[in-house]
């Protein structure tokens, strides 16, 4: 019998992968679409994700960054928070799909050109997509099917727009080793350099109108990019998603699939890494349930600091202070952004 099927071969069911063919586990990915998806993406791994990639044995190419710069999206007034310990590092979505995708192969892992929507349990086992495991786990990203199957999807507090991601490649060199934000009235932009000649560009917003109106609200930057070659635009949204929990009897969620609050401090990707690693130590154990509160405590910081600032980003009086904030209090500064590094 299979020990983990994985719904999803996306990097949080990948990585899941490659950490459970290292405890010694048989392992099937079930994904249709071939290796690698390309997804609207702010293509930066924290240096915690950095250093966890490199204990999986992945190897990743891309352009190394050594913080944060806040910045004004008009005056271009701003602050800079400099990591203390390691380096991140900006990579195309898809370099880093195909390196996890090599890595798992490596160590065994199959993969099946399959979806998987629907499953039933039992206190042994889960049959899905026609093949039963010990275990399934749920990496069906964002909008999981699996997590609306089983009852789990939680609709979002009212009050608060829904927010959405754009995405868009320049060729245009790095003007620092810095991730840039760059904050607006509404959105903001996330300036990351993932080559030495191109720039990923990606607009958190939660207005529905095309990139180059969003990026009219950021004239510093449009001024920066004008004239670049670029490549189309790559959307995703709603962002904020809520899962009730993140174990149902012997199906476990990773990944965004396990609820997401939104990309502003950019640690998706660190917390499904750290989440796949917890959710194999678990399932290894035998204490499959031990995952949902190992889960909350790798996410507490992610999902406080994250809400913390997304709800001043929606208060009038303080969204326009965030950026002053951050160059009056280079320090607190400095302790958020490394905190989440």
């Known amino acids: 019998m299979i020990d983990l099927l994985i719904a999803g071969g996306g990097p949080a069911g990948l990585a899941t992968a490659i950490h459970g063919a290292l405890a010694g586990l048989e392992v099937v990915v079930a994904e249709p679409r071939p290796t690698p998806v390309d997804k609207a993406c702010g293509e930066g791994l924290m240096p915690a994700a950095v250093r966890r990639l490199r204990e999986l044995g992945v190897s990743v190419g891309g352009q190394p960054f050594h913080g944060i710069r806040y910045l004004d999206a008009v005056t271009g007034a701003g602050a800079d928070a400099f990591f203390r310990a390691g380096h991140g590092l900006g990579t195309r979505r898809t370099t880093l799909h195909a ?17 998987i929507e629907e499953l039933r349990q039992t206190t042994t086992r889960v049959v899905a997509g026609g093949m039963t495991a010990r275990y399934l786990v749920a990496a069906d990203g964002l909008h999981s099917p699996l ?11 009212k009050g608060r727009p829904a927010r959405y991601g754009l995405r868009r490649h320049y060729a245009v060199a790095p003007a620092a080793e810095l991730v840039e934000v760059h904050w607006s009235a509404g959105s903001e932009a996330y300036v990351t350099p993932i080559a030495p000649d191109r720039l990923g560009v990606a607009v958190l917003t939660a207005e529905q109108v095309p990139f180059d ?4 609200r950021f004239p510093l930057l449009r001024e920066r990019l004008s004239g670049a070659a670029c490549t189309p635009v790559r959307g995703a949204g709603p962002l904020r998603q809520h899962a009730r929990v993140r174990v149902a009897g012997r199906v476990l969620f990773v990944g965004d699939a396990a609820g997401y609050v939104d990309a502003l401090t950019g640690e998706g990707l660190t917390l499904a890494l750290s989440g796949a690693g ?13 995952y949902e509160r190992a889960w909350r405590r790798i996410s507490r910081s992610y999902r406080l600091l994250t809400g913390s600032l997304l709800w001043a980003r929606h208060q009038p009086v303080l969204a326009p202070r965030i950026v002053p904030l951050a160059a009056r209090l280079p320090r607190v500064f400095t302790r958020g952004v490394n905190l989440l590094a």
């Open 278 to 290: 917890e959710l194999v130590r678990c399932v290894r154990a035998g204490r499959p349930d031990e």
């Open 147 to 157: 997590r609306r199957f089983l009852g789990l999807h939680s609709t979002p507090r």
């Open 99 to 115: 390196a996890l995708a090599a890595r798992a192969a490596e160590l065994g892992v199959q993969f099946l050109p399959r979806r």
């Open 213 to 216: 109106a969003q990026l009219a």
